[in-house]
């Protein structure tokens, strides 16, 4: 049995323990288990995340992940890098790994990943999804008093979000990355995606927040009019979809594209890798988690992501 089966059999054991010594079964849920010195997270005036640690199920509670983070951190067989430096670092005694954050919709998860990542020195990457409601919201077309015009369909940040993404950055010591759902914006709002991202990243490199990545989103749009947010760059691939042109109703739509370098972005899922796991995919049914590998079998000079959704995550 390799090391990483060897460390989850030690958690659970571990935990069965706590559980027995407290007079609690080891089967009862939903036990608070503060087990880091901060059992909040400040993130600005008003604004505080609950640190505490609600053991619901096995695998994806961040007691698991910490004892993950442990083992791979404390390991001589590894080098753990951002999505940044993933390309250009390599090594012929250790194993390259790279920990991929899609945040999707739960920025609060994320942070908690993030406070863990740093307290084992480990520096991850956070691709900050900005069509998520706490990044921002489309507002729909009204009557402009001042102007005597209706205008709209535009976006309105939330004030909030970047007291997030500089906790995520400047406290926790992570990358932060652009999770792409442009072509989204502009297949439901009719918005120049070009311009939205010239926008967006202006506001958030004006904000100190260094976006060198992208990645893009896997929106429930991509599956209904047959699209990936990749095609919005020229450098992405057909992959069979709709790469050009997007039928919605009546409407032919073509697909706003332009290149990554025109932007300074790195492309997260072309960086060329021999192995990526994901905890969207699923292995007989079951959501892929970190048992089902065993790293300590990879041989040096290898290069692996693992892409982690914080959402998943209690």
């Not at 199920?57 to 993933?86: C, G, M, Q, T």
């Not at 039928?247 to 290149?259: L, R, S």
Request: with cysteine.
């Amino acid at each position: 049995m390799g090391k990483t089966r060897s460390y989850i059999l030690t958690m659970l054991s571990g935990l069965c323990l706590f559980f027995i010594v407290g007079s609690t079964a080891c089967t009862k849920e939903d036990e608070t288990l503060y087990t880091e010195v901060d059992n909040t997270i400040s993130i600005a005036d008003g604004i505080v995340i609950d640190n505490g640690v609600k053991v619901k199920r096995p695998i994806f509670n961040f007691v698991y992940y910490d004892d993950f983070l442990k083992y791979i951190a404390n390991s001589d067989h590894f080098l753990i890098v951002p999505l940044e430096d993933f390309k250009k670092t390599s090594s012929t005694d250790k194993v390259i790994i790279s920990l991929r954050f899609d945040v999707d919709e739960d920025i609060n998860a994320a942070v908690k990943l993030a406070y863990r990542n740093h307290k084992y020195g480990i520096k991850g990457t956070f691709f900050v999804l900005h069509s998520a409601n706490y990044y921002g919201q489309m507002v729909e077309t009204h009557f402009q008093r001042t102007s005597g015009k209706m205008i709209g369909p535009y976006f309105r940040r939330s004030d909030n979000v970047i007291f997030y993404l500089k906790k995520i950055q400047n406290a926790f010591g992570q990358e932060i990355g652009f999770h792409n759902d442009l072509i989204t914006l502009q297949l439901l709002y009719g918005i120049s995606s070009r311009q939205y991202l010239k926008d967006e990243l202006a506001y958030l490199r004006g904000n100190n927040i260094n976006i060198l990545g992208t990645t893009y989103h896997g929106s429930q749009y991509c599956y209904i009019y047959k699209y990936f947010n990749g095609y919005f760059w020229y450098e992405y691939p057909d992959n069979g979809w709709n790469y050009e042109y997007i039928t919605k109703g009546v409407k032919t739509i073509k697909i706003e594209k332009d290149y990554l370098e025109n932007y300074g972005l790195y492309e997260g899922g072309r960086l060329g890798h021999d192995y990526y796991f994901s905890d969207s995919n699923f292995k007989n049914g079951k959501r892929w988690n970190m048992s089902m590998v065993n790293l300590d079998t990879v041989k040096p000079g290898k290069k692996v992501i693992l892409l982690f959704h914080p959402a998943n995550w209690d």
